[in-house]
């Protein structure tokens, strides 16, 4: 079954450095997402992406972040200048396949672990 | 908003018990429902899904009814094992491609 791929597992990183965390989506999917899960606490809704543009983002989603598709199967994720909350677990997800339903579910990669220290 | 609020664990069980793990929903709309599962140290995998008012998903023994007059969506499993040991989480969509949204998790331990 395909898979939705996360690259690096874990990234540590210090204050005020940035880092891109890559994805690569299933390959026929349209739609792409970033959520994060700060230890013990709920999944957070960060953005989605349709169509080359963001179609969504949340009050998390601030300046600081920003998404990109930069060819056919990478999607990433920058933090230009990370702080100590911004330690998570970033999950990447994608769904709604070409002849996929409507109500597609979102399929997951298995995170990237962020340590900002 | 839409919001999705599920019981906090940790839910500790024997293994063969009966395991429920109780999510309402707040929502617009008639939105989709999931459970999805996240075992140690993976992703969040969809568990299962319902997509309208009575639908029931159902998946490796577990299922869940969309109840749309209790906006609940309550997750059930007849005889839980040491393997269903796991983070539960539920979440509503939107329709479409929309965001999900996810309540907070419920952390189930089975012990042999």
């Known amino acids: 079954e395909p898979e939705v791929t996360q690259t690096p597992s874990h990234q540590v990183t210090q204050m005020g450095q940035e880092v891109i965390l890559r994805c690569v989506p299933i390959?026929?999917?349209?739609?792409f997402y970033w959520y994060r899960q700060i230890l013990g606490q709920k999944v957070e809704f960060l953005v989605s992406?349709?169509?080359?543009?963001?179609?969504?983002k949340s009050e998390i989603f601030d300046d600081q972040f920003s998404v990109e598709r930069p060819d056919g199967s990478n999607f990433t994720l920058k933090i230009r200048s990370t702080k100590l909350e911004d330690s998570a677990m970033y999950f990447c997800a994608s769904s709604g396949g070409t002849g996929g339903s409507y109500n597609s579910p979102l399929h997951f990669g298995n995170g990237t672990r962020l340590t900002v220290t | 908003g839409d919001s999705v609020t599920q019981m906090e664990g940790p839910v500790t069980l024997s293994e063969e018990a009966f395991l429920t793990i109780n999510c309402t929903y707040t929502a617009t709309g008639y939105p989709s429902l999931f459970w999805y599962v996240q075992y140690p140290g993976e992703g969040l995998q969809l568990l299962l899904k319902?997509?309208?008012?009575?639908d029931k998903g159902s998946n490796k023994g577990f299922e869940a009814t969309y109840r749309k007059e209790t906006t609940s969506f309550h997750l059930e499993k007849g005889s839980v094992q040491v393997s269903d040991s796991a983070v539960y989480f539920c979440?509503?969509?939107?329709?479409?491609?929309?965001?999900?949204?996810f309540g907070i998790g419920t952390k189930l331990q089975v012990i042999p």
């Open positions: 992406f349709y169509n080359n543009e963001i179609s969504e």
């Open positions: 319902a997509t309208k008012a009575d």
């Open positions: 979440a509503l969509g939107g329709g479409g491609y929309q965001k999900v949204t």
């Open positions: 390959s026929n999917h349209l739609y």
